[in-house]
């Protein structure tokens, strides 16, 4: 196996092979890093809320094969229509020119919620006349709000094998069970392999955890959920915790009460 490093010298030709060389082996690198990942978000492309715009940051994205690296922002107009929108991603091949071919990607809103083929889902939200779209959250129950929310509960993440949750969404419900006061080893376990990976968990972990958590279930049967499903379990866990948590409080204040009046 021989790799090829293009010297840049005085007096040294760059010849054509060399820029063959450059190309191909650091595209080769990113295909190859991501060759097991389904087709999705891989990194970045965060999504805010701006002056009328939804605005995507960059990143990249992977379809059918090819990895797209968005090097500059997008950005797409949004207005109130009092009903669900989905922000998304659109992929062509364009092989017109002879001295290259072209790979494409558009974003775009549809009142479609349906994907097409050739499409993945960004995120989406339901705008109501007169208010204001946000893109940040108070917690995890929050994600999923109906009205005048980005919802990215079921954008298409990338994952290796099967297609995950967002890391965004991750990464909040492992704050707030980071904050739970009752909290077992799987919990404590889930929590270290959010920070580790800036929430890119995959499919599989979140149901094993899943799994650990509701007892009975089975893993093959969780990952069957589709991301909505997966989501609500997942409230399910912080709801209880909070509730314990909050039983437990009701029950310290009690006790310091009877103190004082002994």
Known sequence: MEIRVPVFAGRRILKKESLWDIRDYTYAGWQLYYAEYTDGLLKGCDIRAEDGQLVIGKGMLKFHDFIYLMMEEE????????????????????????????????????????????????????????????DSYKNFAD???????????????AGIGEKTLHPLVVKQFGEELWNMEEKDQFDFGFCSLVWNTQGRVERKVIAAYLSNKMKKAVVANIMSYDNQMVYEKLENIVDNMGKFKKENEIRLSKSQTKKRRR
């Open 75 to 134: 950005r797409v107009d949004y207005q109130p229509k009092n009903r669900w929108q989905m922000l998304k991603a659109e992929f062509s091949e364009d092989e017109t020119n002879l001295d290259y071919k072209a790979y494409r990607v558009r974003f775009f809103l549809d009142e479609e919620l349906e994907l097409g083929e050739n499409q993945m889902e960004m995120c989406r939200f339901y705008l109501r006349e007169g208010s204001a779209l946000r």
């Open 143 to 157: 994600m999923s709000t109906e009205y005048d929310t980005v919802n990215l509960i079921c954008a298409t993440v």
